[in-house]
């Protein structure tokens, strides 16, 4: 008498739009990892937990030790996943690279050697069209804060003067404090920017900004994608190593998501009973 088989299914997100030669790997790689189960000729202790450690460290390789040909399917998983990875970090540098460089031809105001700035600056960039003046006169001593409210370094003033009470009279009470928070905080010298001649070039800038957002989120999904591997991969190997029986095969398949178009489903039967 047999038991019904579990089955185990886990939803993957497709989460890249690869060249039509890699996601032809990516895809049929997994059709490959069906397999028979070997039979251990010891299935407690040691034994046992060998080829899930192994495969939770190698995708594939708890499976090559039970002589499971869908051991090569998860090595496949592993090699691509790793690939497209470094093809998603790679894309997220040069989309960077692309707004800073965007940033400093239309929008940056200085004419001395290039200097670039930390990414919270560049988001600065994508929500005010100008950074105001660092320091409105530079013919006085000191640095003079912007009073323009509308800019970004005239609402920092702004928001300075409210927190310490200054009136924005040198000497008056605050005012130390509200120019101590303007100087760390103010867009500096080496770094004032003006989207106000051509705003539309703020736009194009804000879309390259999410290009490269989007790489880089792309690229943290894909090592979510190597992670599961690793675990169905590890699961595999342990229940295969624990339940498998010659001529009662686990088996394991993967196929389109009807429900959520873009998904795969991952379903792995294994047998439970005698």
């Not at 997994?30 to 995708?59: I, R």
């Not at 979510?224 to 686990?250: C, I, T, W, Y």
């Amino acid at each position: 008498m047999r038991v019904p088989s579990l089955v185990v299914a886990v939803a993957l997100s497709s989460v890249v739009a690869l060249p039509a030669a890699a996601r032809a790997q990516a895809v049929a790689s997994p059709a490959s990892w069906s397999g028979s189960v070997g039979v251990l000729a010891d299935t407690s202790g040691t034994a046992a937990l060998l080829p899930p450690l192994l495969s939770l460290m190698v995708p594939g390789a708890g499976q090559y030790r039970l002589g499971q040909s869908r051991a090569w399917g998860y090595a496949l998983a592993e090699v691509v996943s790793w690939a497209v990875y470094l093809e998603r970090r790679g894309a997220g540098a040069r989309a960077t690279r692309a707004y800073v460089d965007f940033a400093w031809s239309e929008a940056r105001l200085q004419t001395g050697p290039r200097q670039d700035g930390e990414f919270a600056y560049y988001e600065t960039m994508a929500h005010w069209l100008r950074s105001g003046a660092w320091d409105r006169d530079s013919g006085v001593a000191g640095v003079q804060p912007e009073t323009d409210g509308t800019t970004y370094n005239g609402m920092l003033w702004n928001r300075a003067m409210a927190l310490y009470g200054s009136d924005g009279v040198m000497g008056g009470a605050g005012y130390d404090e509200a120019l101590r928070y303007y100087r760390e905080r103010a867009i500096s010298e080496g770094f004032l920017f003006d989207w106000s001649a051509r705003p539309e070039l703020q736009d194009v800038y804000v879309g390259l900004i999410h290009d490269s957002n989007q790489r880089y989120r792309e690229a943290t999904l894909v090592l979510g994608a190597v992670f599961l591997n690793h675990v169905v991969s590890a699961a595999d190997a342990f229940v295969s190593s624990r339940v498998g029986r010659a001529g009662d095969p686990s088996h394991l398949s993967v196929s389109p998501d009807r429900a959520f178009p873009g998904r795969w489903v991952v379903a792995m039967t294994v047998p439970v009973g005698p």
